[in-house]
């Protein structure tokens, strides 16, 4: 349904343009003001999508109804009515926002195309505002699922080394055992540099298989391999100007572990099958839970590609090490898990958050968020010390 608001002196006028809509779309609705200050009341109190109002009015006339509307509802769409002489104001009134002109008397034709038109333009710029509110929430959200939770001194540390090396463009091989925030902290180096209206791209080494992490990073041409049907560009590629994660880099087989230590080397990557070589402008990011001195010296990872990625070593500890961040993990998990996932809102007791702190977390932070997810599921509120001795078993 599209509502209109005929704005027109003569009565006349008015009668001829509502029959001439209401007959061409029953889902219009039609609303009439014999003057501008009765129009400018009217749109105050409904929701019109358009309005067709005269240029020339006593009291108010159409270029103040226009200019006053607009600052009230910037969607509204105009459509000016000009008579003989003023054309000048009418090309006036599109610079001041109207949608289009029509000149009196108007011609059956254009008048309905014109209103077509500019209610189809109406319903762009409505879907183009939801679209931009409900993408102004996702960011939020997504900022939200990386917040960094924890003032301990060791998380402190790992942040101030984070603030330092977000503005550089120096590598950063992020170590630390399974859940502890390994891809937490590649989010906030890449949000905190220069690059972040730019891709971050992540590559889970280990998810993907020797055989294809070549054309995953570098990109392939068509026909080069069994399954390459058309040309792919590589992950270096979508990420040219921002940051590559690299996760579990130490899974990276040693064939990969050449091709990518020769684009940190030249800054150029080739697609597999192809001759040609692409500049690319990446800064890289790589993480890993294995002690990779251990795997040079079995002869798993490359010495030389390890000193190309770790100009800058970050460790990130075990939650066994920042006990004291428990508490406000837990508070932050619960909250978002009643938020986001509709769990019913439970607070945890003090004796629930010491029990807590006394658990061996190997799974670490991971660990813990699942957990407190089960207690949230299954514990009373507030959740007790019981509840975590009856549902967290070690
Ligand atoms: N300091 C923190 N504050 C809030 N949430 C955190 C924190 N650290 C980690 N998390 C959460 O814990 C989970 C595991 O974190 P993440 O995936 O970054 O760990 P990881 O070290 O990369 O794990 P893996 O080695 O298994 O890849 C995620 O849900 C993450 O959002």
Redesign the pocket.
Known sequence: MSKILIIEDEQAIRNVLKSILMDEDPKWVVDEAENGLVGIEKIKQNEYDLVISDIKMPMKDGTEVLVEAMEYNPELQFVMISGHGDIEIAVDCLKKGAFDFLSKPPDLNRLLNTVRIALDHKSLKSSNKALKKENKELKKKVSK??????DSPE?TQVKTMIEKVATTDARVL?L????????????HIHEQSTRNKKPLVEV?CAAIPAELIESELFGHVKGSFTGAVKDKQGKFELADGGTIFL??IGDMSLSAQAKVLRALQEGKVSPVGSEKEINVNVRVLA???KDLRKEIDEGRFREDLYHRLAVIIIN?PGLNDRKD?IP??VN??AEDFSLNLGLENKSFDDKAHEALKEIDWTG???E??NVVERLMILGANPISEEDVKMYVKK
């Open positions: 699922k990386y917040t960094m939770i924890g998380l992020i630390g055992p399974n859940g502890t925030g390994k891809e937490l902290v590649a989010h889970n996760d579990e993480a890993t839970n990130v961040d406000a993990l932050h998990f670490n932070i991971r813990l968020r």
